[in-house]
C-alpha cells in the first residue's frame, strides 16, 4: 500500500548517519522517524526564517523597482538639457565649420591684404585694392 506522505531521499555525512542511527537505536524507533521528528521540531523557527527572507526579497523587488522609477525620472528631467546641449554642440559644429579661413562675420568691411608673408589690415571697405 503507498503512503500519502511525501517522501525524500537525503544524504547524510558519515557522522551525522552514525549520530542518527545510535539516537535512533537509543529511542527504539528507526532513523527515518528520527530525521522526521526533528524536522517537525525545526518547523517553527523554519517558518519564521522562510517569511523573513521572503519579506527580504520583497524590499529588494521593491527597491530595485524604485531605482528603476527614480532613474527613469532623471533622466526625463534631464533630456532637455541633453538636447539643448546637442543643438548647442550642433551650433558650435556649424560655426567651426563656416569659420574656415573667412573673416568672422562682425567684421564687416574689414579685409586682409597679404603682402609677402605679413598680412596687412585694411579698412577701406573695398575688397581686391591693393
Given at each position: 500500500m503507498a503512503t500519502?506522505?511525501?517522501r525524500i531521499q537525503v544524504t547524510l555525512s558519515e557522522g551525522s548517519f552514525a549520530l542518527v542511527s545510535?539516537?535512533?537505536d537509543l529511542q527504539r524507533s528507526s532513523r527515518s522517524?528520527?530525521?522526521s521528528e526533528l524536522v517537525d521540531d525545526l518547523s517553527p523557527?523554519?517558518?519564521a526564517l522562510v517569511e523573513m527572507m521572503e519579506a527580504a526579497a520583497k524590499v529588494r523587488e521593491d527597491n530595485v523597482q524604485g531605482i528603476r522609477d527614480a532613474s527613469m525620472e532623471a533622466l526625463d528631467r534631464l533630456q532637455p538639457l541633453l538636447?539643448?546641449?546637442e543643438e548647442e554642440m550642433g551650433l558650435l559644429d556649424l560655426m567651426i565649420k563656416r569659420g574656415g579661413d573667412e573673416p568672422p562675420t562682425c567684421?564687416?568691411?574689414?579685409t586682409i591684404e597679404v603682402t609677402?608673408?605679413?598680412?596687412?589690415?585694411s579698412s577701406s571697405g573695398?575688397?581686391?585694392r591693393k
Open positions: 500519502r506522505t511525501p545510535r539516537l535512533a522517524k528520527i530525521i523557527p523554519m517558518q538636447d539643448q546641449a567684421n564687416t568691411g574689414v609677402g608673408s605679413k598680412q596687412r589690415k573695398k575688397k581686391g
